[in-house]
């Protein structure tokens, strides 16, 4: 089967130690890796393309130096290759118009306050794993334990 | 007409009408000229001294004109129907006054036209006098309101802030402590009983930390799944804690060094943050009232050269150059708080150098002594600010920095402005890249 990676970024080691362990659940069903700029995450995703497999998530902090999770996540949004791939924006301080242009540029899938909970990640990761798959047409068979069961049986409801 | 018709010059005038020695007042300090609603038909002259006119009965007295030598006092009395003084004229310092109670239509022609002709010029000096005094009362006024708008905004910013670092004392102090008490069972109950070397894992991640950038532990990775058997995030866990392949002999002990290295590193991660919490809290509460002691005699290079002992980890690789002047003559001020506002300022200055990556970085620190003010200026060689932004620079939450390089909430500056301030003295900003200066001059009070 082809790897289904989880990517962060996030400048501070901290923010992204924490992410990691709280991404545990998911570590038998995905790869997560976690960078700490902007550049570094293309630079991955990239690799990651070359090496046939796929980038399913990417979470980005909005306040970084360099490129800021907007940007970040804007840069994707404009590759035809990552299209499917969904965007998080973790963040604890981010304005009204980074808001705006993060939905409108970006193409935002979801946006997490710090400090998050657990299980609102957890949730948040499922569901957007779940509409990546799908989108992909990925054999989901190993992913089942970790992916949104309404999402998908949704899905399934509509395909008939 | 011309109503100046009659050339007279004032001293002519004045030693002509206002010399009689019989008509000559001598006014202590505090000595009443006129009452308010006192009858009057004299015109004053001041010889020497400065008396003020006020309205008594209004709430906050405040002078509504100043006679200085060689103005006249009781214009509007003299010439108006009912002749009663509208205000209360009374000397600021000892004065001499003398004055003029005749009719002026008793006096003959021409001499009565002269005279009338140079009242009429006197009254109108007098006037455009009145009226700059009344602006110039007016614009200090405003001027006064503005500050204490500003101290008033500050003041509730203060207790506002107050009350929230309180509150998050409360529960910083209380996370650091049971932070801490954990740490021990971990210490008792977990790690005690393992080898030593095992031990070392667990005490590196608590001590020191990551190790490896993201970039660098990925690299590092393929001397792991080489080796051994090992799980994704367990090679992850063991390439951020920078441990060899060569540190552990089976998977076993490779396993359990990445997570006893993990479990450190969490309690590491937790510490660093309470400190700075603890660290804004603290930047937060300086907001509030200052409760620090004043005293003459402060040196001011004793306070910038702490500041600079306090910044010194911070400073690193930049260059400091102190060129602080000698004897410089010792002010009353807030030892404490000026100390302070060189740290502000010195920390600014290296945080947009080590920000900018900038080569042969450079900061200046000098202090003068010129025409009673002592000038404290913080020059670096960072980027500059830019111009959009200068003016915005002192407001609370203001800050350019990003990440997690500096905490501290913006506060800096405003703080620093308003220590300034209380210190009645002035800063400056002038910016360009390449040449960053914040001057504060602070007055020597006699």
Redesign the interface.
Known sequence: MDKLYVLCVD????V???L??DL?DF?NYL??????SGN?VLE?MEQIDTEGDYTAIVIADQ???GMTGVEVLTRIENDPRFSAVRKILLTGLATHQDTIQAINSAGLDHYIQKPWTREILNKTISKCLTEFVLDKGIEYEDLLPVLDQPVLYEALRKKG | MNIFHHKVNQQEFVSRYFSDKDKCIRLKKGDILLNQHEYNRRIFYIKQGEVIGYLPDTRYPEPIFKGAPGSFVGVYSYFSEDHLSYSEVVAQTPSVVHYFDEDPNALERPEADEFMGFLLNMVVTELSARQHFAARMAQERQKAMNKLIQSEKLATLGQLSAGLAHELNNSIGSLSANLRRLQEDIDVLLIRQKSDQVREFYRRGLEDGLQLSSREARKARDEWSANMELSHSTIRKLTKAGIRAGEVRSAREAEEAANLWNLGYVMHDMRIAAGQAAHVINSIKTMGISNQKWSAGVNVNTTVLEAVAILKSMSGEISLDLQLQENITAIEACHGELVQVWVNLIKNAIESLVQNLEKNRKIKITTREVDKQISVSVEDNGPGIAPDIIDKIYEPSFTTKVGGISLGLGLGLTIVKRIVSEHDGEMRVTSRPGRTRFTVSLPLKQ
């Open positions: 400048d501070q080691p901290e992204l130690n924490a990691e362990n545990s570590e790869l997560i890796e976690v960078c700490d570094e991955l306040v970084m130096p």
